[in-house]
């Protein structure tokens, strides 16, 4: 999952702002050091506390051939991210994602709309519950 930054050049080095998420900003003296601070800056603001209720939206594909900075998200908030995104937009409640899933209670359900690394099986029955999320995303 990759995220767009548009760069600024000024006076002392460089900052950059993402396109798709409103505040999320980075600094640095050059472009090297200003690409890990983006990935830093990404992975901080997407990684919701677990009592949150804020939908990012997905990244905008249709920025990818732009002459923008793209920067990653760590897979274990990419899956996060989408699963937020994809129950949100099926108007489901966790509860409701974490009987789907099999799970024992809520709390195992919404570890995985924290930073998590499910497993394969998991993975899998997300993919029954959710089978338009894009996998592809965490990779």
């Known amino acids: ?4 930054f548009t ?5 002392n080095g460089f900052w950059a702002e993402c396109c798709e998420l ?7 003296e050059n472009l090297d050091e200003l690409n890990k ?3 830093n800056a990404l992975n901080l ?7 949150s209720k804020v939908v990012f939206p997905l990244p905008d594909r249709g920025l990818d051939n732009k002459k923008l900075l793209s920067v990653t998200v760590e897979p274990e908030i990419a899956l996060a991210v989408l699963l937020r995104y994809y ?3 099926s108007k489901m409640t966790q509860k409701q994602v974490s009987e789907m899933l099999g799970m024992k209670n809520v709390y195992s359900y919404q570890r995985l709309e924290r930073k998590s690394n499910p497993t394969l099986n998991i993975i899998k029955k997300i993919h029954l519950v959710f ?6 995303y965490l990779f």
């Open 37 to 39: 601070e983006c990935r």
């Open 45 to 51: 603001y997407l990684e919701e506390p677990c009592d």
């Open 1 to 4: 999952m990759n995220y767009h």
């Open 22 to 28: 409103s505040g999320c900003v980075a600094e640095a």
């Open 131 to 136: 089978p338009e999320i894009r996998f592809e």
């Open 7 to 11: 760069v600024h050049k000024e006076d």
């Open 87 to 89: 129950r949100s937009n």
